[in-house]
C-alpha cells in the first residue's frame, strides 16, 4: 500500500541534539535554498525548499516562517505544496513581491518526463498569492512562464522578481544550449504577461564561471548593480571556489533601456565549506539583506538520522565597500544577547567559551599570528581559523573536510576583529567586519571549547566578550 502524503506522515524530529535556538531550520523533514523573502504586512518572510516526509530532498514544497524582527521566527503551514499541472514533479525555488497590498510569490514549476531519469525534465515559472501572509493561491492561468528561450537548455529555474519604474522584472538561472551558464530577463507591466529581453549576462567559460547559474539574484547597492548567484561546475583553484558549488558575485552597472550589464570577475561571497543558494530583500529601513543556505549539496547532514536536515544563516547586510561586498549580522541580533558569559582582555591562550551551545563571540586585538579553535570535550579541534599578519590570509581547517581547507585574504589592518556565532551545530565566524566569513555546520557531542591562541612568540592584546544567546 502506498503511505498517503498527509500531516499524520510528516517525519516525526527524533533527537534535538543538533537543533538550532535562533537560526532558520525546518520544523522536521528536509530544507535547502531560502525562498521568497520579503517583508509584507509588519512580518518578514521566509520560504525555502522543503521535503516533510523524510529528511532528504525530496518532491519540493515551500516551508514557511515569518518574524518581526528577522531572528525570533514563527513557524507557518506549508505554503506550496506540489503535484498540480504547474509543478507535477516539485515547486522549486523562487521569490516573492508585494503588489497592491497582496503577496506574490514566484517559483519553478519542476516536471519531470516520466522514464525514470531524474536528468530528463522540463521547468516552467508560476504565481501563488495571499492576502493574509499564511494561505497561499495558486494563480488560476498558471504558468506565466510556460517555456524556456530556443537557444537554451532545459535548466531553466529560480525566479527572481523585482519592480523597476513601474515594470516588474524576472532574472532566471539559465543554461544555453551550449553549455555556459547565464541569467536570463523578463518584464512585466501587471505580473502576469511576460516578455523575454533577453540574456543579462553569461558565463565566460565553464572553468572560470561556471555551466549553470542557480539562484540568480540581481540589485542595486551603492549606485552600482550586483548580480548575486550560485555556478555550478567551477574550476576550483588554489585558493577559492573550492566547494561542489560556489555562491558569488558580479559587480557591475546596469543599463535598463539597453539591457547591457557591464561586470567585472566573480567573487565569492562566503569563504566557508557550508553556504549555497542565496537571496536578498531589501527592508523598510533600505537595508539590502542576504540569507542563505548554510550548507552545501552532498554535505554530511548529520542531523538527517533525528529527522531534519539543513539550515538557514543568519540574515547578514551587505555593504558594498568599494570592489567587495562585507556581510555583518543584522543589528537585530543583538536582542538575542541574554547575559555576558564572560569578558575580559586577551591573554596567550583565552578561552572564549566552553559550556554553551548558542552563544556569541566579539573579539578586537592587536594584530598578531593568532589561532581561533573549536574543540570538543576530547580536546580533538574540530574547526580552526589561523590567521597569518604578513599575508593578512585566514585558513580554515575542518575536521569533517580533511586537507580541504578554506582562505580568505583581507586588507591590512592593525587591528583584528572577529564576531563570532555559534548555534549548537553552525559557527559564522565574520573577521574585519564581515570583510570575510565563513559559515561552517559542525557536529559534536556536547557544547564546543573555543578559545583564541597567539602564536608562541607573538604577543596579543586586546579584548573579547561573549553572550549566552536566546
Ligand atoms: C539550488 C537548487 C535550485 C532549485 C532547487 C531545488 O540549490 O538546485 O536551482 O530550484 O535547489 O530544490
Given at each position: 500500500?502506498?503511505?498517503?502524503?498527509?500531516?499524520?506522515?510528516?517525519?516525526?524530529?527524533?533527537?534535538?541534539?543538533?537543533?538550532?535556538?535562533?537560526?532558520?531550520?525546518?520544523?522536521?523533514?528536509?530544507?535547502?535554498?531560502?525562498?521568497?523573502?520579503?517583508?509584507?504586512?509588519?512580518?518578514?518572510?521566509?520560504?525555502?525548499?522543503?521535503?516533510?516526509?523524510?529528511?532528504?530532498?525530496?518532491?519540493?514544497?515551500?516551508?514557511?516562517?515569518?518574524?518581526?524582527?528577522?531572528?525570533?521566527?514563527?513557524?507557518?503551514?506549508?505554503?506550496?505544496?506540489?503535484?498540480?499541472?504547474?509543478?507535477?514533479?516539485?515547486?522549486?525555488?523562487?521569490?516573492?513581491?508585494?503588489?497592491?497590498?497582496?503577496?506574490?510569490?514566484?517559483?519553478?514549476?519542476?516536471?519531470?518526463?516520466?522514464?525514470?531519469?531524474?536528468?530528463?525534465?522540463?521547468?516552467?515559472?508560476?504565481?501563488?498569492?495571499?492576502?493574509?501572509?499564511?494561505?497561499?493561491?495558486?494563480?488560476?492561468?498558471?504558468?506565466?512562464?510556460?517555456?524556456?528561450?530556443?537557444?537554451?537548455?532545459?535548466?531553466?529555474?529560480?525566479?527572481?522578481?523585482?519592480?523597476?519604474?513601474?515594470?516588474?522584472?524576472?532574472?532566471?538561472?539559465?543554461?544555453?544550449?551550449?553549455?555556459?551558464?547565464?541569467?536570463?530577463?523578463?518584464?512585466?507591466?501587471?505580473?502576469?504577461?511576460?516578455?523575454?529581453?533577453?540574456?543579462?549576462?553569461?558565463?565566460?567559460?565553464?572553468?572560470?564561471?561556471?555551466?549553470?547559474?542557480?539562484?540568480?539574484?540581481?540589485?542595486?547597492?551603492?549606485?552600482?548593480?550586483?548580480?548575486?548567484?550560485?555556478?555550478?561546475?567551477?574550476?576550483?583553484?588554489?585558493?577559492?571556489?573550492?566547494?561542489?558549488?560556489?555562491?558569488?558575485?558580479?559587480?557591475?552597472?546596469?543599463?535598463?533601456?539597453?539591457?547591457?550589464?557591464?561586470?567585472?570577475?566573480?567573487?565569492?561571497?562566503?569563504?566557508?565549506?557550508?553556504?549555497?543558494?542565496?537571496?536578498?530583500?531589501?527592508?523598510?529601513?533600505?537595508?539590502?539583506?542576504?540569507?542563505?543556505?548554510?550548507?552545501?549539496?552532498?554535505?554530511?547532514?548529520?542531523?538527517?538520522?533525528?529527522?531534519?536536515?539543513?539550515?538557514?544563516?543568519?540574515?547578514?547586510?551587505?555593504?558594498?565597500?568599494?570592489?567587495?561586498?562585507?556581510?555583518?549580522?543584522?543589528?537585530?541580533?543583538?536582542?538575542?544577547?541574554?547575559?555576558?558569559?564572560?569578558?575580559?582582555?586577551?591573554?596567550?591562550?583565552?578561552?572564549?567559551?566552553?559550556?554553551?551551545?548558542?552563544?556569541?563571540?566579539?573579539?578586537?586585538?592587536?594584530?598578531?599570528?593568532v589561532s581561533l579553535y573549536?574543540?570538543?570535550?576530547?580536546?580533538?579541534?574540530?574547526?580552526s581559523l589561523?590567521?597569518?599578519?604578513?599575508?593578512?590570509?585566514?585558513?580554515?581547517?575542518?575536521?569533517?573536510?580533511?586537507?580541504?581547507?578554506?582562505?580568505?585574504?583581507?586588507?591590512?589592518?592593525?587591528?583584528?576583529?572577529f564576531?563570532?556565532?555559534?548555534?549548537?551545530?553552525?559557527?559564522?565566524i565574520?573577521?574585519?567586519?564581515?570583510?570575510?566569513?565563513?559559515?561552517?555546520?559542525?557536529?559534536?557531542?556536547?557544547?564546543?571549547?573555543i578559545?583564541l591562541?597567539?602564536?608562541?612568540?607573538?604577543?596579543?592584546?586586546?579584548?573579547?566578550?561573549?553572550?549566552?544567546?536566546?
Amino acid at each position: 500500500m502506498t503511505k498517503q502524503l498527509t500531516e499524520e506522515n510528516f517525519i516525526p524530529i527524533t533527537n534535538t541534539r543538533y537543533r538550532p535556538n535562533y537560526h532558520v531550520a525546518p520544523t522536521n523533514g528536509w530544507m535547502n535554498d531560502p525562498n521568497g523573502f520579503v517583508y509584507f504586512q509588519g512580518y518578514y518572510h521566509i520560504f525555502y525548499q522543503h521535503y516533510p516526509y523524510a529528511a532528504q530532498w525530496g518532491p519540493m514544497h515551500w516551508g514557511h516562517k515569518r518574524s518581526r524582527d528577522l531572528i525570533h521566527w514563527e513557524g507557518l503551514p506549508i505554503a506550496l505544496t506540489p503535484g498540480d499541472s504547474e509543478d507535477t514533479g516539485g515547486v522549486f525555488s523562487g521569490s516573492a513581491i508585494v503588489k497592491d497590498g497582496r503577496l506574490w510569490l514566484v517559483y519553478t514549476g519542476h516536471h519531470y518526463y516520466g522514464d525514470n531519469d531524474p536528468e530528463h525534465f522540463w521547468q516552467n515559472q508560476n504565481l501563488a498569492y495571499s492576502d493574509d501572509g499564511i494561505h497561499f493561491t495558486k494563480y488560476a492561468n498558471n504558468p506565466i512562464i510556460s517555456q524556456a528561450p530556443d537557444d537554451s537548455s532545459h535548466h531553466f529555474r529560480d525566479p527572481k522578481i523585482w519592480e523597476h519604474n513601474g515594470f516588474y522584472y524576472i532574472i532566471l538561472g539559465n543554461q544555453s544550449n551550449n553549455g555556459l551558464g547565464r541569467a536570463i530577463l523578463y518584464q512585466s507591466a501587471d505580473l502576469f504577461e511576460w516578455q523575454y529581453l533577453g540574456v543579462l549576462d553569461q558565463s565566460q567559460s565553464i572553468a572560470a564561471e561556471g555551466d549553470m547559474w542557480e539562484c540568480p539574484d540581481f540589485f542595486t547597492l551603492n549606485g552600482k548593480e550586483i548580480l548575486l548567484m550560485s555556478p555550478m561546475n567551477i574550476q576550483p583553484q588554489a585558493y577559492q571556489f573550492k566547494n561542489l558549488y560556489q555562491t558569488g558575485y558580479f559587480i557591475g552597472q546596469f543599463d535598463y533601456t539597453t539591457q547591457k550589464f557591464e561586470r567585472n570577475h566573480f567573487q565569492e561571497l562566503d569563504h566557508g565549506h557550508d553556504f549555497y543558494a542565496s537571496q536578498t530583500l531589501l527592508s523598510p529601513d533600505g537595508r539590502r539583506i542576504v540569507i542563505g543556505w548554510a550548507d552545501m549539496w552532498e554535505s554530511k547532514f548529520n542531523e538527517k538520522s533525528d529527522g531534519w536536515t539543513g539550515l538557514l544563516t543568519l540574515p547578514r547586510q551587505l555593504i558594498l565597500n568599494d570592489d567587495h561586498l562585507t556581510m555583518q549580522p543584522v543589528a537585530e541580533t543583538s536582542s538575542l544577547r541574554q547575559e555576558i558569559l564572560c569578558q575580559g582582555p586577551l591573554s596567550p591562550t583565552t578561552m572564549l567559551s566552553q559550556h554553551n551551545s548558542a552563544i556569541e563571540i566579539k573579539a578586537t586585538l592587536a594584530t598578531s599570528n593568532v589561532s581561533l579553535y573549536v574543540k570538543d570535550v576530547l580536546n580533538n579541534d574540530i574547526i580552526s581559523l589561523y590567521f597569518d599578519k604578513d599575508t593578512h590570509t585566514f585558513v580554515l581547517n575542518h575536521i569533517d573536510h580533511p586537507n580541504d581547507p578554506r582562505y580568505a585574504f583581507v586588507n591590512e589592518l592593525d587591528q583584528l576583529d572577529f564576531n563570532i556565532f555559534v548555534d549548537h551545530s553552525v559557527i559564522e565566524i565574520f573577521v574585519q567586519q564581515g570583510e570575510a566569513v565563513f559559515t561552517e555546520r559542525f557536529y559534536i557531542a556536547g557544547t564546543p571549547a573555543i578559545s583564541l591562541v597567539s602564536d608562541a612568540n607573538s604577543t596579543i592584546s586586546g579584548q573579547f566578550t561573549t553572550y549566552r544567546l536566546d
